[in-house]
T-cell receptor
Framework: DQQVKQNSPSLSVQEGRISILNCDYT??????FLWYKKYPAEGPTFLIS?????DKNEDGRFTVFLNKSAKHLSLHIVPSQPGDSAVYFC??????????FGAGTRLTVKP | EAGVVQSPRYKIIEKKQPVAFWCNPI?????LYWYRQNLGQGPELLIR????????DSQLPKDRFSAERLKGVDSTLKIQPAELGDSAVYLC????????????FGPGTRLLVL
């Protein structure tokens, strides 16, 4: 069962513009959400997280928004840079759940 | 600080052969995870250790997969015998403890079963 869904397998944006990556989840017990970035031949690296008590968390160019009623979160990258080109995984966990990952979205930032 | 180390990075074997993967977590990290990532999918948890104890192995196919974490440090994941469907990337991750701690991933072992 896919409890975390990333419906866009790929996204292409121009350098300097905003990248918006989306993620939906089905399990209402999830209360902690993360984004990981993965480059080829490397393991995923932690990017940013958000607790369900918040609706926004910002770290430099990266902002994660959480809409609990819609069970939806998004990652905004602004401005996008070519080095941001990678696969981005959304992940979610709850108090008694191990982390569940989405299938990933491949972001390409064109110079 | 050294990251999570995994070896080998790549492995090609014929079906029915055994294979083993090794992981050394970040020093001081009590929790260790093994994930399997199939092509086009996100990582899926196989087993989680807290120190040397396997506390969640519900997703581990126990008929052919085994794991151990002796002394609560490095860990080995074994498949015997391997099947064609086992071709995937096997990722090891570690965290200070279980819960809201960030998981740090190794580079993974890419397994191809022919």
């Amino acid at each position: 069962d896919q409890q975390v869904k990333q419906n866009s397998p790929s996204l292409s944006v121009q350098e300097g513009r905003i990248s918006i990556l989306n993620c939906d989840y089905t399990n209402s017990m999830f209360d902690y959400f993360l984004w990981y970035k993965k480059y080829p031949a490397e393991g995923p690296t932690f990017l940013i997280s958000i607790s369900s008590i918040k609706d926004k968390n910002e770290d430099g160019r990266f902002t994660v928004f959480l809409n609990k009623s819609a069970k939806h979160l998004s990652l905004h990258i602004v401005p996008s840079q070519p080095g941001d080109s990678a696969v981005y995984f959304c992940a979610a966990s709850g108090k008694s759940n191990d982390m569940r990952f989405g299938a990933g979205t491949r972001l390409t930032v064109k110079p | 600080e050294a990251g999570v180390v995994q070896s080998p990075r790549y492995k090609i074997i014929e079906k029915k052969q055994p294979v083993a993967f090794w992981c050394n977590p970040i020093s001081g990290h009590n929790t260790l995870y093994w994930y399997r990532q199939n092509l086009g999918q996100g990582p899926e948890l196989l087993i989680r250790y807290e120190n040397e104890e396997a506390v969640d192995d519900s997703q581990l196919p126990k008929d052919r997969f085994s794991a151990e974490r002796l002394k609560g440090v490095d860990s080995t994941l074994k498949i015997q015998p391997a099947e064609l469907g086992d071709s995937a990337v096997y990722l090891c991750a570690s965290s200070l403890d279980y819960g809201r701690e960030t998981q740090y991933f190794g580079p993974g072992t890419r397994l191809l079963v022919l």
